[in-house]
């Protein structure tokens, strides 16, 4: 109950900013932000910047200093979900229980909404960088963009769509998931850690606590495509077998899998040792991303 309470407060403080970051104009593009909105405000976990202000919090107590970097996160994370659902990607129609973007506000407006996504995350976070008056800040938007691009979530999507020609091990397939569902994770974590001042070593035992929550959160995925449904997981299931995708499961059984996302949260777990009971957060929440429904 403890953790849920915590959870839900970060929650709800992202989202009273997120709800306050693209303002709806009467202009020639108001379209735009009502896409960008559809899509930023239709819900979701906000993972990524929870994880921000909880690697934040074991080392600094004012959360609002991270918060704009924390929204930003999840601007870039829409954006990427927004892309995905496009016919020239997954091809899903609908996501967090809603028609897609694209089958909203069409394939145009929903390619220029993630752009505009994408810009906007840079917008906050060198504004929030410009008001701290921060190196650590600088620093941390280096990350952020390491992470979405070519060597991180962009390229992620690229060795997805490879996959069924250039994904032949286990191993591929976790080199896959490392840049696309792991690099905006593991950078979150490390934005709060960096912007909280945390030290080399704290920083380094974060990353690998993102690293196997990363894999055991993407292996839960593979597994609640095939096992869920669409009302508890907001979008059709089945998607990556009707696409044709390298899954964990074209690997593994269903029982390896759930053991292996077992084993990982285990060891995300015992990569927190050093923070002691300051961390009961962050292994609360690692046990929920991988007991979740959707």
């Not at 202009?27 to 934040?56: D, F, H, W």
């Not at 929903?110 to 840079?122: E, S, W």
């Amino acid at each position: 109950m403890e953790f849920k309470i915590w959870f839900n407060e970060k929650v709800n403080i992202v989202n009273e900013y997120l709800n306050k970051i693209i303002i709806e104009k009467d202009n020639p593009q108001k379209i735009i932000y009502e896409a960008m909105n559809y899509s930023l405000l239709s819900g979701g976990k906000r993972l990524r910047p929870v994880l921000l202000i909880g690697a934040y919090e074991l080392f600094g107590d004012d959360i609002y200093k991270a918060l704009p970097f924390a929204c930003s996160m999840e601007m870039i994370h829409t954006y990427s979900l927004i892309h995905d659902d496009l016919p020239a990607m997954d091809n899903d129609d609908y996501r967090r229980g809603k028609l897609s973007n694209h089958k909203k506000f069409g394939e145009a407006n929903a390619i220029l909404a993630g752009d505009a996504l994408l810009n906007k995350a840079f917008e906050t976070g060198i504004e929030a960088a410009i008001n701290l008056n921060s190196k650590n800040a600088l620093t941390v938007l280096k990350i952020i963009a390491e992470s979405s691009g070519t060597e991180g979530m962009i390229g992620g999507q690229v060795a997805d769509m490879e996959g069924e020609f250039n994904i032949s091990s286990i191993e591929d397939l976790k080199y896959m998931y490392s840049l696309k569902t792991g690099a905006i994770i593991k950078s979150s974590i490390k934005a709060g850690a960096i912007l909280a001042g945390a030290s080399q070593d704290e920083i380094k035992a974060l990353e690998t606590y993102a690293e196997k929550i990363g894999i055991a959160f993407q292996i839960e995925d593979d597994i609640l495509d095939v096992v869920s449904t669409r009302e508890k997981l907001g979008k059709a299931i089945g998607s990556d077998t009707a696409n044709n995708k390298t899954t964990y499961l074209s690997f593994k059984s269903m029982e390896a899998a759930k053991e292996d996302v077992e084993k990982f949260t285990l060891e995300a777990i015992e990569s927190l040792s050093i923070f002691g009971d300051k961390s009961k957060y962050l292994i609360q929440l690692a046990k929920y991303l991988t007991g979740r429904e959707n």
